[in-house]
């Protein structure tokens, strides 16, 4: 079999990649031996976003009283919850399934492995291409300490039988945050266990801060510069030994594994195809070619950005470059990214720390902190987050830091105006809706 495009991976990027390249005019098949959709719809983005949802209806029966309802309360059934995000999650698989069709994708039920540049064994027999685009996503690390593999990996989160009582989560990265949110709002007692000294390592320091401080409004404990060293399991009990700031045992139900994630490449049998590696990921350059001219790689295998959108927009470009000979490049510079923590950042542009390393300090920040409006009648402290970047010269934002409820709304509403160069004069001139907190933002200058 012959095709103008093989896709290996039906992930976002590949997805994106096959249908771009079909609509092209393409004959093109996509090579993967699970379901479709890949880690986002199946073992990411999309439960992990179901899950946040029903953790905040138990936020919103304790916000109602405040509101006058009383007797407001119920109980939260996680097998009735597990049914049917499970049959949503299938409703997507599917609808992935009729629009390969519709577009005359061939999709090859296996995994494929390089033979050499143009043909792959998927399953038990080869198929020639003309171009190949690997998407074959990533994969949790699990470190090598004794009892790692006691713990459990965001693949797995989504299977458990029961909730545990007693929640650990090694790994202060996005993913451990998430999980740790929802879990404790699902009433999980929730510990987590970081090497580094602050939570969410290379995100704005702002909004670490906040994110670090809705930690403990949940009663979540955070054990930063710490180190688990082995976990051994008894009587149905996980303890955990731990090293550095917090050397202690602790006593759980269940493991997290978020410390990162590598590329599915140990199958790929890129060797075979001469294609080179560096640092554990594929080497591409500009356009998403590796070192052969037939073939492409995108998303987390390449490991530039790992989100969804990115390797999406990824997928289009390799499409355009194949198919219309239009080697294209994806900006970088203005992606926004999201912790859907309780309640959620969002964050677009430069931080403050890259912006003085790229400028020194021809930049100023400009912040501003309060309680909205919906949280003033419980006498929370929850408040909302507004920070920007400015370069002092021209007044242009540099970067956009938000914290607060529907901050990754209220964020990606901005992203056409940041990248046309947005200033403070333009917000200060703009007027906004009252009474919103997005409002606020209009207000920073």
């Given at each position: 079999?012959?095709?103008?495009v093989?896709?290996?991976?039906?992930?976002?990027g590949?997805?994106a990649?096959?249908?771009?390249?079909a609509k092209?005019?393409?004959?093109v098949?996509?090579?993967?031996p699970h379901a479709?959709g890949g880690?986002?719809?199946?073992?990411?983005?999309?439960?992990?976003?179901?899950?946040?949802?029903?953790?905040?209806?138990?936020?919103?029966q304790q916000?109602?009283k405040?509101?006058?309802?009383?007797?407001?309360?119920g109980s939260?059934d996680w097998?009735a919850?597990?049914?049917?995000?499970g049959?949503r999650?299938q409703?997507?698989r599917?609808?992935?399934?009729?629009g390969?069709?519709?577009l005359?994708?061939?999709l090859?039920?296996?995994i494929?492995?390089?033979?050499n540049?143009n043909?792959?064994?998927?399953g038990?027999r080869?198929?020639?291409a003309?171009?190949?685009?690997?998407?074959v996503?990533?994969h949790?690390?699990?470190?090598?300490?004794?009892g790692?593999?006691?713990?459990?990996?965001?693949?797995d989160?989504?299977?458990?039988e029961?909730?545990p009582k007693r929640?650990?989560?090694i790994g202060?990265g996005y993913?451990g945050?998430e999980f740790?949110h929802f879990?404790?709002?699902?009433?999980?007692q929730?510990?987590?266990?970081?090497?580094?000294p602050q939570?969410?390592d290379?995100?704005?320091?702002d909004l670490?801060?906040?994110?670090?401080?809705?930690?403990?409004h949940l009663g979540?404990?955070?054990?930063?510069?710490?180190?688990?060293?082995?976990?051994?399991?008894?009587?149905?009990?996980l303890?955990?030994?731990?090293?550095?700031?917090c050397g202690?045992m602790?006593?759980?139900d269940a493991v997290?594994?978020?410390?990162?994630?590598?590329?599915n490449?140990?199958k790929?049998?890129?060797?075979?195809?001469?294609?080179?590696?560096?640092?554990?990921?594929?080497?591409v350059?500009?356009?998403?070619?590796t070192?052969?001219?037939s073939?492409?790689?995108?998303?987390?295998?390449?490991?530039?950005?790992?989100?969804?959108?990115v390797a999406?927009a990824?997928?289009k470009?390799?499409a355009?470059?194949i198919?219309?000979?239009?080697p294209?490049s994806?900006?970088?510079?203005?992606i926004?990214?999201?912790?859907f923590?309780?309640?959620p950042i969002?964050?677009a542009?430069?931080?403050?720390?890259e912006?003085?390393e790229?400028l020194?300090?021809?930049?100023?920040?400009v912040?501003k902190?309060f309680?909205p409006?919906?949280?003033?009648?419980?006498?929370?402290?929850?408040k909302?987050?507004?920070?920007?970047v400015?370069?002092?010269?021209?007044?242009?934002i540099?970067?956009?830091?938000v914290?607060?409820?529907?901050?990754?709304?209220?964020?990606?509403g901005f992203?056409?105006?940041?990248?046309?160069?947005l200033?403070?004069d333009?917000?200060?001139?703009?007027i906004?809706?009252?009474?919103t907190?997005?409002?606020?933002?209009?207000?920073?200058p």
């Amino acid at each position: 079999m012959t095709y103008d495009v093989l896709i290996l991976g039906g992930g976002s990027g590949g997805l994106a990649a096959a249908k771009a390249a079909a609509k092209y005019g393409a004959k093109v098949a996509i090579a993967e031996p699970h379901a479709l959709g890949g880690t986002c719809v199946n073992r990411g983005c999309v439960p992990k976003k179901l899950m946040v949802y029903a953790a905040n209806f138990a936020k919103q029966q304790q916000q109602a009283k405040a509101f006058g309802w009383k007797e407001v309360s119920g109980s939260f059934d996680w097998q009735a919850f597990r049914g049917a995000m499970g049959d949503r999650i299938q409703q997507l698989r599917q609808s992935q399934e009729e629009g390969l069709r519709e577009l005359g994708i061939d999709l090859l039920p296996d995994i494929g492995r390089f033979v050499n540049p143009n043909t792959v064994q998927v399953g038990d027999r080869p198929v020639e291409a003309n171009n190949i685009v690997i998407a074959v996503g990533g994969h949790p690390v699990v470190p090598g300490f004794p009892g790692a593999e006691l713990a459990l990996t965001s693949k797995d989160m989504f299977q458990m039988e029961t909730l545990p009582k007693r929640f650990a989560i090694i790994g202060g990265g996005y993913i451990g945050v998430e999980f740790g949110h929802f879990m404790a709002q699902l009433g999980s007692q929730v510990t987590i266990v970081d090497v580094k000294p602050q939570i969410l390592d290379g995100f704005e320091e702002d909004l670490c801060v906040f994110v670090e401080h809705n930690l403990e409004h949940l009663g979540i404990t955070f054990l930063p510069e710490t180190t688990c060293e082995e976990i051994k399991k008894r009587d149905g009990i996980l303890s955990m030994k731990l090293t550095g700031k917090c050397g202690q045992m602790l006593e759980v139900d269940a493991v997290l594994m978020a410390v990162g994630r590598k590329p599915n490449l140990a199958k790929l049998d890129a060797e075979k195809a001469g294609i080179e590696l560096k640092d554990g990921k594929l080497k591409v350059d500009e356009y998403f070619r590796t070192s052969q001219p037939s073939i492409y790689a995108i998303g987390d295998c390449v490991g530039r950005l790992p989100l969804t959108p990115v390797a999406i927009a990824e997928g289009k470009a390799v499409a355009k470059a194949i198919c219309q000979n239009k080697p294209t490049s994806v900006d970088y510079r203005w992606i926004p990214s999201a912790v859907f923590s309780s309640p959620p950042i969002a964050t677009a542009g430069w931080s403050e720390a890259e912006a003085r390393e790229h400028l020194g300090n021809d930049i100023k920040t400009v912040s501003k902190s309060f309680i909205p409006l919906h949280q003033s009648l419980q006498h929370s402290s929850q408040k909302f987050l507004i920070k920007a970047v400015l370069h002092k010269s021209s007044e242009k934002i540099l970067g956009l830091h938000v914290g607060g409820n529907e901050a990754p709304e209220l964020l990606q509403g901005f992203l056409p105006a940041l990248k046309q160069g947005l200033t403070c004069d333009d917000l200060e001139s703009t007027i906004g809706i009252h009474p919103t907190s997005t409002e606020e933002v209009f207000y920073l200058p």
